[in-house]
Structures are given as C-alpha cells and as structure tokens.
C-alpha cells in the first residue's frame, strides 16, 4: 500500500554535509508525523528526528544544531540535512512515516563519515 525510499547516503569526511530525503507513494490521503532513524554498526536503532505535519521538529540531542529535518507535506516528502558530520554518525540511516495510524518504514540508505 505504502512504500518509502531514502535517497542522498554516501560516504562524507567529518565536518562535511550530506542531504537526505524520503518520499513516500501509494495509496496515501496525508501523512502525520515523519521521521528519521538510524542504527550504527552494531548498535540499536536511534530516534535521530521528527517532524509532525504542522512542521514542528523534534531532534535527538546527539544530532541538535547539526541536523535539520523538514518536509513538502504536498509531495509526501521529509528531507535531514545532516552537516558538521562526525563518525558517530556513520550509520543505516531510516525514514518513517505515519499513514493512518500505522507506521511505514524505508528500506534505509547508508551514511558513512570517515577520511
């Protein structure tokens, strides 16, 4: 019914930036809240930021001042800006998005800081 795909991952040296967005289709009316998390090698997913349809973000401390999440509700896209990069933030990078009460998630795109 509902798919999303990220797109923008790569490989970053530390400091840089790198942008990522995710766009959601199917059989979809309007979308709640949008998100970004992410799983480092080894670790556990991390909320990493939200943002509901009115626009207020939520971020983890981990990632405030650096990251920005924002979304084109019309296009049912959210995006992260991610700068001042570190290699803690290497990670799978997921989004999710709520679509009539249930959860839908991305297949994930990869974002690896490192020199």
């Known amino acids: 019914q509902v798919q999303l795909v990220e797109r923008g991952g790569g490989l970053v040296q530390p400091g840089g930036s790198l942008g990522l967005s995710c766009v959601a289709s199917?059989?979809?009316?309007?979308?709640?809240?949008m998100g970004w998390y992410r799983q480092p090698p080894g670790k556990e997913r991390e909320l990493v930021a939200t943002?509901?349809?009115?626009?207020?973000?939520n971020y983890a401390d981990s990632v405030k001042g650096r990251f920005t999440i924002s979304r084109d509700s019309a296009k049912n896209t959210v995006f992260l800006q991610m700068n001042n990069l570190k290699p803690e933030d290497t990670a799978l990078y997921y989004c999710?998005?709520?679509?009539?009460?249930?959860?839908?998630w991305g297949q994930g795109t990869r974002v690896t800081v490192s020199t």
């Open positions: 999710n998005a709520d679509v009539y009460g249930v959860v839908y």
């Open positions: 199917g059989s979809i009316f309007s979308i709640n809240t």
């Open positions: 943002i509901i349809s009115s626009g207020r973000p």
